[in-house]
């Protein structure tokens, strides 16, 4: 059992667990509504988007979350704009925006004097967790949580059906208001677990995972920030053993178990799928249910 | 009577393109009219703007006699969408989609009741889909999945129900049970507007028709708008349309 109770005498382990452990099942959380929605890539882009904002924070002595709010409704509406206002796809725009605001941030970072190492934000600053990184981050997480727990049953509504959602009253424009904003803040819970570059990963692969495994919004729910925060824990002490990058160990844990899921998840892993395939076209008697093929437009 | 449905000189534009321009459309409580015209005539524009959800250039849409946010904030307009836009692998239950009718009645935590609870249980028996509740909602026939919808308007209660084009791509048969449905709904005071492009849906189920085609050409019994002079000028196409 040492192996699981050394690193926890080291108090920087502890911290980096802490933190790690906490931002993926937010972060998971929210991944369940942006994979359904169809907005890994806006995620992404507003991920990276941020990076200005924080920097900015850090400048001003602001706390980052306020920086990171005010730079990801910058990069919405910038993206919103320009997808009304031209001829450009929603990915375009996308693709345009977040690269400017994070080529932006790039230059911030290298023309501020300041301790904060521009790797660390890239790349995530585990080992250095300091006690106020450490309660912003539960704090933050905290709200972002209890948010998305309260509102849950609107924000699914929206995603399923968002002119129903309009039709009974609800506003689907708040809607994506109340999401875009709680990406910002969970991305800076992320932001120093594995750094700028790799929260889309925290964003989406736990949601892609969980949407693998259940044909049920509720227990998707519950599943992503599970796996989330069992591969955040796994993929800490493996780095902590192998001497590797912490961030990059997490998200490759996720990715491993994503792999392991789409490949034999009960109902809609591909070698699962075929050798059903296989079993049904060998039966005798075979009669197909409408739910599994041929019913999906 | 103040009329469930009343647009007038209604104008609607998206970027340069006239959508519907001098549209006037009025539906007396109880009936269900049918909006007939062709693909891109309007018909659903037409219906997202009696919701309210698109923005007119110029002109008015009541509902019950008041701007349609009324209604909509007191849930009593039901909108049944196309069925190519609906994610029809979202992972919620039949059950989970007509319960969400239910969510303008409930308090901002949406938590149901057991009366609501009730409600969602007699709107899926009522369309005969109570032995399907627990399906994942794509793992219906396209009958059922019509249906399905059909039931969350009626667990909202709505008193005006918006129906763009459930016929399309069903069989006969479920084409009865909903026009069987909808009728019901009717006799019991609801105001449906539903458009199709699909006539020989319409005498069954139409107690009028309004043809479409970037305007409300006419308005009348189905079977003077269902003549041969009337539906050529609906159909007869304006360009581009």
């Known amino acids: 059992m040492s192996w699981l109770t050394d690193p926890l005498t080291y108090e920087f382990f502890v911290r980096a667990l802490t933190v790690t452990t906490v931002a993926a099942v937010v972060c998971a959380a929210l991944s369940c509504w942006l994979v359904l929605i169809g907005w890994a890539l806006l995620g992404d882009a507003v991920s ?12 001003l002595g602001a706390p980052f979350a306020i920086g990171a709010l005010v730079a990801a409704l910058v990069a919405v509406t910038l993206i919103g704009g320009l997808r009304d206002s031209s001829r450009l796809k929603e990915d375009t725009a996308i693709g345009v925006v977040f690269t400017s605001l994070f080529a932006l941030g790039l230059v911030l970072i290298s023309v501020t004097p300041s301790q904060t190492d521009l790797a660390h934000i890239l790349f995530g600053n585990l080992l250095g967790v300091s006690t106020g990184d450490l309660v912003q981050v539960l704090v933050l997480a905290a ?8 509102k849950r049953r609107d924000l699914t509504l929206f995603a399923f059906d968002p002119v129903h959602a309009f039709a009974i009253g609800l506003s689907p424009r708040r809607l994506s208001a109340l999401l875009l904003g709680l990406l910002a803040v969970v991305t800076v819970t992320a932001l120093q677990a594995v750094g700028v570059i790799l929260v889309v990963a925290l964003l989406v692969i736990p949601g892609a995972t969980a949407y693998l495994l259940t044909d049920r919004f509720s227990r998707m729910l519950l599943i992503a920030p599970a796996l989330a925060g069992g591969s955040a824990i796994l993929g800490s002490y493996a780095s902590f053993w192998l001497d590797a990058s912490p961030g990059g160990v997490v998200v490759l844990t996720m990715s491993a178990v994503f792999a392991l899921v789409y490949l034999v998840s009960p109902r809609h892993g591909l070698i699962t799928r075929r050798v059903a395939r296989r079993r049904a076209r060998t039966a005798v008697v075979g009669p197909t249910s409408p739910a599994t093929e041929g019913n999906r437009p | 009577m103040t009329p469930a449905v009343r647009v007038e000189h209604l104008e609607v534009r998206f970027g340069d393109i006239l959508a519907l321009t001098g549209t006037t ?18 018909k659903t524009t037409l219906l997202r703007s009696v919701l309210g959800l698109v923005r007119p250039v110029s002109g008015v849409v009541h509902v019950d006699g008041d701007p349609p946010a009324r209604a909509r904030r007191a849930g009593g307009i039901a909108y049944v969408p196309q069925s190519e836009d609906v994610d029809w692998d979202f992972p919620l239950s039949v059950r989970d989609v007509v319960a969400t009718g239910r969510y303008a009645h409930l308090g901002v935590l ?10 969602v249980d007699a709107a899926l028996d009522r369309v005969g ?14 009958g059922q999945r019509k249906r399905a919808f059909v039931a969350r ?5 709505a008193s005006l129900l918006l129906l763009d084009e459930p016929f399309a791509g069903v069989d006969t048969g479920t084409q009865h049970d909903l026009t069987r449905l909808l009728r019901e709904l009717a006799a019991t005071g609801a105001t449906v507007l539903v458009s199709t492009h699909d006539l020989d849906a319409v005498p069954a189920l139409c107690d009028e028709v309004a043809l479409v085609a970037g305007t409300v050409l006419d308005q009348g019994e189905p079977a003077a708008m269902l ?15």
């Open chain 1, 143 to 150: 709200l972002a949580l209890a948010v998305l727990v309260a």
């Open chain 2, 153 to 157: 308007a009626i667990a909202q209660g």
């Open chain 1, 48 to 59: 990276h988007a941020v990076l200005p904002g924080v920097v900015l924070a850090y400048v």
């Open chain 2, 25 to 42: 459309l009025a539906v007396e409580p109880g009936r269900v009219c049918g909006l007939v015209g062709m693909n891109g005539a309007g």
């Open chain 2, 227 to 241: 003549e041969p002079a009337s539906l050529a000028r609906a159909f007869a196409g304006r360009p581009g349309a």
């Open chain 2, 110 to 119: 949406r938590r149901p009741r057991e009366a609501d609870r009730a409600a």
């Open chain 2, 129 to 142: 889909l109570a032995a399907l509740a627990d399906r994942q909602i794509g793992a219906l026939s396209g």
